[in-house]
T-cell receptor, first 114, second 113 residues
Framework: GDSVTQMEGPVTLSEEAFLTINCTYTATGYPSLFWYVQYPGEGLQLLLK?????DKGSNKGFEATYRKETTSFHLEKGSVQVSDSAVYFCALSVRDNYGQNFVFGPGTRLSVLP | EAGVAQSPRYKIIEKRQSVAFWCNPISGHATLYWYQQILGQGPKLLIQFQNNGVVDDSQLPKDRFSAERLKGVDSTLKIQPAKLEDSAVYLC???????????FGDGTRLSIL
């Protein structure tokens, strides 16, 4: 079945450090890929997306490239800030027998220290 | 634009009781989703509506969970009777169509005693 695997957290970084959160997926068909972010006490927000192979999604300094050959969609940011502390979810959307299937990874908690 | 509205924000009930959650999606969004997010896990899709029709309810525990979107706008999710393992945050999301980015509400945190 369709699935998303993320690196386990929590991830703790100092401000201005480089961030990578790994995400790999398994899907039948050709999924769209997403990163969602959940700040403390808030709902999930779409951070970025990519709909086909080699697409790069970017937003707020975060980037992720859809790599079909490695079935990956790793999230990166060159210099994190304290305000980036949140839980990050990798997700996919793919058409299946029932319609459109949405699968979220378990989330990776990021803490950025000043 | 106004976001996805959910109520109540918190709910505490005893096991075997019934509970209902309400969701008002973003205006114009045809697709509505209900997710269950257990602590420490990612959201799990329970049911997806396209207007007032069910697109996918394959992961909805139909013996106790039900959902409706009668007029194709607001939606309610009901649990009857609740079990301890139903303790979770119930998220509602909406989008213009399937495969479009989803906009999430703040969720309803359900605690079962």
């Amino acid at each position: 079945g369709d699935s998303v695997t993320q690196m386990e957290g929590p991830v703790t970084l100092s401000e201005e450090a480089f961030l990578t959160i790994n995400c790999t997926y398994t899907a039948t068909g050709y999924p769209s890929l997403f990163w969602y972010v959940q700040y403390p006490g808030e709902g999930l927000q779409l951070l970025l997306k990519a709909t086909k192979a080699d697409d790069k999604g970017s937003n707020k300094g975060f980037e992720a490239t859809y790599r079909k050959e490695t079935t990956s969609f790793h999230l990166e940011k060159g210099s994190v800030q304290v305000s980036d502390s949140a839980v990050y979810f990798c997700a996919l959307s793919v058409r299946d027998n029932y319609g459109q299937n949405f699968v979220f990874g378990p989330g990776t908690r990021l803490s950025v220290l000043p | 634009e106004a976001g996805v509205a959910q109520s109540p924000r918190y709910k505490i009930i005893e096991k075997r009781q019934s509970v209902a959650f309400w969701c008002n999606p973003i205006s114009g969004h045809a697709t509505l989703y209900w997710y269950q997010q257990i602590l420490g896990q990612g959201p799990k899709l329970l049911i997806q509506f396209q207007n007032n029709g069910v697109v996918d309810d394959s992961q909805l525990p139909k013996d106790r969970f039900s959902a409706e979107r009668l007029k194709g706008v607001d939606s309610t999710l009901k649990i009857q009777p609740a079990k301890l393992e139903d303790s979770a945050v119930y998220l509602c999301a909406s989008s213009f169509g399937s495969n479009q980015p989803q906009h999430f509400g703040d969720g309803t945190r359900l605690s079962i005693l």
